[in-house]
């Protein structure tokens, strides 16, 4: 069956997507930590990361630095936190997340933002990225 992710990828779910190329996709986490939270996914449904191939994991990294860099540009912090944890949905998913202080990657604490909230930080993203 199916990852939520590949059903996201397949466009048989919603998403906000922010970055696209043949081999990756990211789009703005619905339960994030923080605003700008990202999820950066391999197009193929791999469970665990350490089973991507060297070129394809170097290729994920590739692709996730591409969007932390776009965060940086987009919104006012210290850091873009990089967190890699895989027991929510078994396909391969890197968290993005924009960060002051260790407490704004504490996963327990979800925050709630509004359709034209995530759309807007969506949009400031793709400009970001479309620049780089």
Do not use: C
Not at 51 to 64: G, N, P, T
Not at 85 to 92: R, S
Not at 97 to 102: G, L
Request: hydrophobic residues 45%; aromatic residues 8%; glycine residues 2%.
């Amino acid at each position: 069956m199916a990852s939520i992710f590949t059903k996201i990828i397949n466009r048989e779910i919603p998403a906000y997507i922010v970055a696209e190329d043949d081999k990756h996709l990211a789009f703005l986490d619905i339960f994030p930590t923080a605003k700008g939270h990202v999820l950066v996914v391999p197009k193929k449904e791999v469970d665990k990361i350490w089973d991507l191939s060297e070129q394809e994991y170097l290729d994920l990294m590739k692709f996730a630095r591409k969007v932390a860099s776009a965060q940086e540009k987009v919104f006012d912090v210290n850091r873009v936190g990089m967190a890699v944890i895989g027991l929510e949905v078994p396909h391969v998913h890197v968290h993005l997340i924009p960060i002051n202080q260790m407490s704004d990657m504490d996963f327990s604490n979800k925050k709630t933002f509004t359709e034209d909230e995530f759309k807007k930080v969506q949009q400031k993203l793709q400009q970001a990225i479309a620049l780089a």
